[in-house]
């Protein structure tokens, strides 16, 4: 039988971090939940009262990220998985983004998971074990309209943790950057950011809309399932998309690239570099 392993999981009230959360606790596992509303957690915490432990956390206080890691660790004597899941969406066009906006989109996409690995890595490495998933998106490999600074700072994440992979990887601990499609999560609500509509973009806009649709999409808990049995795997991948209409919009996306460096490759190889 596997013992049961500690998870530390940030965004862990709502969503995708919520699902792994559950999921976790249903396998018998030990969770350590960080938000910054624990108030969506208070069902979970009253039927595992043993095996839930709650703490108030935004990653984006360097600081309280240090603090809160700590504690995480000493609450169950270990962490086992890291979920670095915090995120929220800024939806617009670039030019209309504001400086404070994309600043604050990458303070928690970004900046809020590269605090979070920080603080939690001297743990792993002393006990010489541990796996940190990298919550990023199925959109890392290119930027699309009106999701364009999402994507950036979820494609920073992506390249921080490529290098972090191989930076821990003698000590015993494994990364995988998780890159879900669109999940039924309050990301597109709660939270997210609206820029300040440009009018020359209401035609773009329109489209977008017509294009998305209302679907919600699947519920988290399928996704959850999916993290799960990543997460007890001994060898897991550097990086895996969850969702199979993900999984080939993704290919679809490397082919039309790889196509295209093809089709340029004449005035590529024209300089020597």
Known sequence: MTAARVWFITGASRGLGRAFAEAALAAGDRVVAAARDLGPLDDLAAAHPDRLVRLTL??????????????AAAAFGRLDVVVNNAGTMLLGMVEEATEEQVRAQFEVNFFGAVWVAQAVLPHLRAQGSGHILQVTT???????????????????????????????????????????????????????????????????????????????????????????????????????????ASFDMVRQMDQARAEEYRAWEHLSRKAPG
């Open 58 to 71: 935004d990653v984006r206080d360097r600081a309280a990220v240090g603090v809160v890691a700590d504690r």
């Open 138 to 244: 199925m959109g890392t490999g290119g930027g699309f309209a009106s999701t364009g600074f999402y994507a950036a700072s979820k494609s920073a994440l992506d390249s921080v943790s490529q290098a972090l992979a191989m930076e821990v990887a003698p000590f015993g601990i494994k990364v995988t950057i998780v890159q879900p499609g669109g999940y039924g999560t309050d990301l597109f609500t709660r939270g997210t950011t609206m820029t300040p509509p440009h009018p020359e973009y209401e035609p773009l806009r329109a489209k977008l809309a017509e294009m998305w649709g209302e679907d919600a999409g699947p519920d988290p808990g399928t996704a959850a399932s999916v993290v799960m049995e990543l997460a007890g795997l001994a060898d897991p991948p550097l990086r895996l998309i969850v969702g199979g």
